[in-house]
């Protein structure tokens, strides 16, 4: 049994795949083990919040399931991956009544404060900081943010955000640096410098 | 400390968020559910499959009963000719004598 687990934890995504559409089901789960965590991390780029990246990650995993059958294999199953992620993602993002999420996020920031050395000052400014940081990603454009939230949240190359957003690796360097740029700006405007 | 590291601390705090260990238990019983539904559900042409037939049904007890009703409607009656049960004949037969 523990062998059967090993050799199937050593299947190429493409093997899992065509497991899974002969119909063993139970493949699915290797699959979504293997690949949980980047979807999580760049949901958690665009929610900021882990209870709204892990439904954004349910999501993502059922459409993929949904629609394993139209994976031509044409590119990488990661990069079919990515790119539903961001899709589902921008669309979670539109449903979503920012004014709460915001709202929540705040109340939950005041009362999770870590109890160590920082005076509860230093926490406030830090805090008021991390929701500038954020606000400021979340007001980029569509096309700046994806390209930020691939590279700085996943670590991926610009060659792979390139081949995901479909556009050369030169359209993303200058992208990633619109994106700073404007978060500089914004940020400088905000602390007043 | 510069806006640059503010940012990068920022990213990096989000980026150890670690998601519910049962995250993948919880999407497969969620794609369990969603698959035991879809086959609960009848699709369109069985709905339509079934009142057809039940159409099929009554038209053919109307049709069957219609074919009942004119049958009877043909069926010959018995008359009773009282000259025939008497035997006339032999009260006849005995005048000439």
Do not use: C
Not at chain 1, 180 to 185: C, F
Not at chain 2, 68 to 85: A, E, M
């Amino acid at each position: 049994m523990s062998n059967e687990i090993n050799a199937q934890n050593r299947m190429s995504d493409e093997q899992l795949i065509e497991q899974i559409l002969s119909g063993n089901k139970e493949t699915f789960r290797l699959l979504v083990e293997k690949y949980q965590q980047q979807v999580f991390r760049i949901a958690m780029g665009y929610v900021h919040s882990k209870e709204d990246a892990e439904d954004i990650v349910q999501e993502v995993f059922i459409q993929v399931y949904r629609s394993l059958n139209s994976f031509q294999g044409k590119s990488e199953f990661s990069t079919w991956l990515y790119r539903i992620t961001m899709n589902t993602s921008l669309n979670s993002l539109n449903k979503r009544h920012k004014l709460f999420s915001g709202l929540a996020e705040n109340l939950k920031n005041i009362f999770n404060r870590s109890d160590d050395e920082k005076t509860a000052q230093q926490q406030m400014v830090e805090s008021e900081m991390e929701q500038a940081i954020k606000k400021a990603i979340d007001q980029l454009s569509d096309k700046q943010r994806m390209a930020f939230v691939l590279s700085r949240y996943e670590d991926l190359s610009q060659r792979k955000v390139a081949e995901i957003m479909e556009t050369t690796e030169g359209a993303v360097e200058q992208l990633l640096q619109r994106a700073k740029k404007n978060l500089q700006n914004k940020l400088n405007k905000l602390v007043g410098n | 400390m510069k806006m640059e590291d503010y940012i990068n601390d920022v990213i990096d705090k989000e980026k150890q968020v670690q998601p519910n260990p049962f995250l993948s238990t919880r999407i497969m019983a969620r794609l369990e559910s969603e698959t035991a539904r879809e086959a609960k559900r009848i699709p369109a042409w069985q709905k339509l499959a079934v009142a057809a037939s039940l159409g099929l049904v009554v038209m053919m007890g109307v049709g069957i009963g219609n074919t009942r009703y004119s049958n009877s409607n043909t069926s010959s009656s018995l008359n009773i000719n009282d000259s025939q049960i008497e035997g006339l004949n032999y009260y006849i037969a005995m005048d000439y004598e």
